[in-house]
Every structure is written in structure tokens, then in C-alpha cells.
């Protein structure tokens, strides 16, 4: 059995994924997983534990990048190859949750919640355009991010800090601090 990390316990059942447990991962950590296959403990567990125990969603953001539809059209052939593969692999078994639309998945009336706080969190300048949409899903549809990105944490704390942002947050109640997001501190 693959040994749990320190931040498994703040991945909770989500109702909206038929009560399974559910993460979503950005670029980075996909990138970790299907391209560099350096996988320590952490990873090891993120990509081999059972989906039942675990799953992994990309969002559409994350799947047009792993693609080379998005940002990183740019990327060798070789490894765009490689992350299809790996997608099509994790994703036949059941690890893999892919939202293949523009927006990611939402349950009934997030959609204006989800665009209004994505506004807010591109106007301040701390979440980079290609990381914003993963960061709002976490927020919005409270999923926990895995991130390898050392920048990141402090970006979405300085993010949160917006007053746009924490209005958007708290009026429609959702995570307001970087541990409730972020699985990584």
C-alpha cells in the first residue's frame, strides 16, 4: 500500500462527484506526473492510489495545456504525446475526471460565481492568467489544488487579500484561505 500524505485528511467527499474524493491538479503537477515520471512518495500516491480512494480532475484549462491547446502549444510532440497517453491511460481506469468544456464542471448556479470571482482574481496581478481559472475552480467548487508551484500559495494568498475577490467570497461563502484551497503549504 502507497503511504498517504500529510495532506490527505483535507480531502473530503465532495457531493457534487458522487461523494468521492476528489482533487484538482494544476499544469505543473500534471506535468510532474505525466511527462517528467520522477514521482516521489507524494505523487506516487496522487497518480497510483486507487480511484477509489483518490481521483484527479483536470479542469479545462489543465486538459487544453496538456493537449497543447492552451499555453503551451509550444511543447514538444514528444511530450504532448505523452501526456495524451497518460490521460488516456488514468482516465480509462477512473482516476482521471476531465472537463473537456470551456468552464469547469459546476453544479446549478455557480457559473455567474465562478466567472465573478475569475474576474477578480486576473485583476490583481497574483495569480498568473494560465493558473487563475484552476484557482477559482478550487475556490468556487471548493476542490483542493495539488500544486508543485512555489510561487503559487503566496499568489492566491495575496489574491484572497483582494477586496474584490473577498467580496465575491463571501458573498456566495466560499473558501477564504490559502490552507482551505491549497492541499501544499
Known amino acids: 500500500m502507497i503511504s498517504r500524505p500529510a495532506w490527505y485528511p483535507k480531502v473530503t467527499r465532495h457531493p457534487d462527484y458522487n461523494d468521492e474524493k476528489i482533487i484538482l491538479v494544476d499544469a505543473n503537477a500534471f506535468s510532474d506526473m505525466a511527462i517528467r515520471e520522477h514521482w516521489d512518495d ?6 497510483n492510489s486507487p480511484a477509489s480512494e483518490l481521483r ?3 479542469n479545462g484549462q489543465v486538459f487544453h495545456e496538456a493537449i497543447g491547446a492552451g499555453a503551451e502549444a509550444g511543447m514538444s510532440a514528444e511530450w504532448l504525446q505523452r501526456q495524451r497517453r497518460f490521460i488516456d491511460v488514468y482516465r480509462a481506469n477512473g482516476k482521471i475526471l476531465i472537463d473537456d ?5 459546476f ?5 455567474t460565481i465562478y ?5 477578480a482574481v486576473l485583476e490583481t496581478g497574483n495569480v498568473s492568467k494560465e493558473d487563475a481559472p484552476i484557482v477559482t475552480d478550487a475556490i468556487v467548487n471548493r476542490i483542493p489544488l495539488y500544486t508543485r508551484e512555489r510561487r503559487l500559495p503566496e499568489g492566491i494568498a495575496k489574491a484572497l487579500n483582494n477586496k474584490l475577490v473577498k467580496a465575491g467570497i463571501k458573498a456566495n461563502l ?4 490559502p490552507e482551505q484551497i491549497l492541499l501544499r503549504s
Do not use: D
Open 107 to 111: 453544479a446549478t448556479g455557480r457559473l
Open 56 to 58: 484527479i480532475k483536470l
Open 42 to 47: 507524494e505523487l506516487s500516491f496522487v497518480v
Open 115 to 119: 466567472h465573478t470571482v475569475l474576474r
Open 174 to 177: 466560499l473558501w477564504e484561505r
Open 101 to 105: 468544456s470551456p468552464v469547469p464542471f
